[in-house]
């Protein structure tokens, strides 16, 4: 059901930058606001982003996001390794009666 | 502070019918609707829809109609979600989620999630 495509993997060393990126559509991406997750092992989603680059409260500054016409981006600067996690981008898809849409995920692995 | 608290873990035989609960706390429960998620084991996030909890009327999503039902009991603010027929494929992690906000399309707080284990 994902209509939003991820990278299934990314890596860095502690310190890196990394950067994940999201496809979708006109339906989705292109006509409304991405939101990302971060999923640490065994652990329910903790929204990371929202409104394409806006952080809730608490969640550190090393996170950030940008969104291009269909497609979007996660960026996790001098990275740690608290951050190995699986991330998924998600937003509202107006196709049919409108459901939302999350990515395929992707898994950071801090090397 | 919000808390929606699940049920515990289910194991169930295929057939059989489950029902998940989703307890919520620290807000006013029909202010604002309750999404439910679905997470096969290793796999990604799948959003099955939502309730108002204001007026109890459901939406799914495509591929979660009929055999899923969403309801409420708002005397206890608490969610439910009740799986008919179950199959091995419905083995997975469900969980409940909440807007920040009514108007917001997101998922600021969400439950624990309940692992619904379907094997004979």
């Known amino acids: 059901q994902s209509v939003l495509t991820q990278p299934p993997s990314a890596s860095g060393t502690p310190g890196q930058r990394v950067t994940i990126s999201c496809s979708g559509s006109s339906s989705n991406i292109g006509s409304n606001t991405v939101n990302w997750y971060q999923q640490l092992p065994g652990t329910a989603p903790k929204l990371l982003i929202y409104?394409?680059?806006q952080r809730p409260s608490g969640v550190p500054d090393r996170f950030s996001g940008s969104k291009s016409g269909t497609s979007a981006s996660l960026a996790i600067s001098g990275l740690q390794s608290e951050d190995e996690a699986d991330y998924y981008c998600a937003a509202w898809d107006d196709s049919l009666n409108g459901l939302y849409v999350f990515g395929t995920g992707t898994k950071v692995t801090v090397l | 502070q919000v808390q929606l608290v699940q049920s515990g873990s289910e194991l169930k035989k295929p057939g059989a019918s489950v029902k998940v609960s989703c307890k919520a706390s620290?807000?006013?429960?029909?202010?604002?609707?309750m999404n439910w998620v679905r997470q096969a084991p290793g796999q990604g996030l799948e959003w099955m829809g939502w309730?108002?909890?204001?007026?109890?009327?459901?939406t799914y999503a495509q591929g979660f109609t009929g055999r899923f039902v969403f309801s409420l009991d708002t005397s206890v603010s608490t969610a439910y979600l009740q799986i008919s027929s179950l199959k091995a494929e419905d083995t997975a992690v469900y969980y409940c989620?909440?807007?920040?906000?009514?108007?917001?399309?997101?998922?600021?707080?969400w439950g624990q999630g309940t692992l619904v284990t379907v094997s004979s």
């Open positions: 309730i108002n909890t204001n007026t109890g009327n459901p």
């Open positions: 409104s394409n680059n």
């Open positions: 989620a909440r807007e920040p906000t009514e108007d917001a399309i997101y998922f600021q707080h």
């Open positions: 620290g807000y006013t429960f029909t202010s604002y609707a």
